[in-house]
């Protein structure tokens, strides 16, 4: 009896672990931004699993109003990030600690916009304990996309 109980216990664990790592999937894949919602891809870079500081230099950045950042391939340990704009113009964005795989940040509003980013000054590290890092992709929403 003790051990259909073990057994029932461990069954009905190992079913709720998976449907809420699926659930964890489908909500992931759900937060990158699509074009079709006006957001576009302003640049891209590789992040290593020790920490480091980085400048991802942007392109197609005239006249955003919102970025947004999105983890890829594993989760990544954000630790500072400065967006740099036309005019010497900074921004520090407050992001969240970590992204896990296939999260993106919530949209933040460019001060100053519609106005050109340039890049994206950046502190952080991977947290994929010996994969292959991760990738932090930086997403921008023009004034005419909104």
């Known amino acids: 009896m003790k051990a259909a109980l073990t057994l029932l216990f461990l069954s009905t664990l190992a079913l709720a672990t998976v449907a809420s790592a699926q659930t964890q ?64 113009k900074r921004q520090k964005l407050w992001l969240p600690l970590v992204l896990g795989a296939g999260e993106c940040s919530d949209p933040i509003n460019v001060q100053g916009g519609p106005i050109r980013v340039t890049h994206l000054a950046l502190e952080y590290e991977a947290m994929s304990l010996g994969a292959e890092g991760a990738h932090l992709s930086i997403y921008g929403k023009s004034k005419d996309a909104r």
């Not at 931004?33 to 197609?60: I, M």
């Not at 983890?71 to 036309?86: C, D, K, T, V």
């Open 25 to 88: 999937a489908q909500t992931a894949a759900g937060t990158k931004p699509h074009v079709g919602q006006g957001w576009h891809e302003l640049g891209r870079v590789h992040v290593r699993d020790n920490a480091e500081k980085d400048l991802a230099f942007l392109k197609d950045g005239d006249d955003v109003v919102e970025v947004r950042v999105c983890a890829e391939g594993n989760a990544i340990r954000l630790r500072n990030a400065e967006l740099w704009m036309s005019g010497d």
